[in-house]
């Protein structure tokens, strides 16, 4: 696993630390690692092969080994679907199905990844 870091992540990340509450940014956290995890697992499932993940301002980058087009699409679509998932805990955690509400919405927008 190789983290790379970018002057843009660490701007928005102060920026982010300065503008909002902790509970929403903890939200928005909990909902990006969802969806990451969403990925990770469906990649898993089919038995496919993760070379590195790469955090950066935009977003995480998950590089794997190929995979047939119907199989990485089933793997695009399972971090929004996971992240989708982070309505359940609505009435204790607003911010968090709120961040991953947004998520999943902008995840399915049909524009190539940043």
Request: glycine share 10%; proline share 8%.
């Amino acid at each position: 696993m190789r983290v790379e870091s970018e002057a843009g992540f660490w701007l928005v990340l102060g920026l982010m630390l300065l503008l909002f509450p902790f509970r929403f940014l903890l939200g928005v956290l909990l909902a990006a690692l969802v969806h990451e995890l969403g990925h990770l697992i469906a990649i898993w499932v089919i038995g496919g092969r993760i070379r590195r993940i790469e955090l950066r301002a935009p977003g995480a980058r998950i590089v794997t080994d190929p995979m047939r087009p119907r199989v990485e699409a089933l793997c695009a679509l399972a971090g929004p679907g996971a992240g989708a998932l982070c309505v359940l805990p609505w009435r204790w955690f607003p911010e968090l199905a709120l961040a991953g509400l947004v998520q999943t919405a902008f995840n399915l927008l049909p524009v190539p990844s940043m």
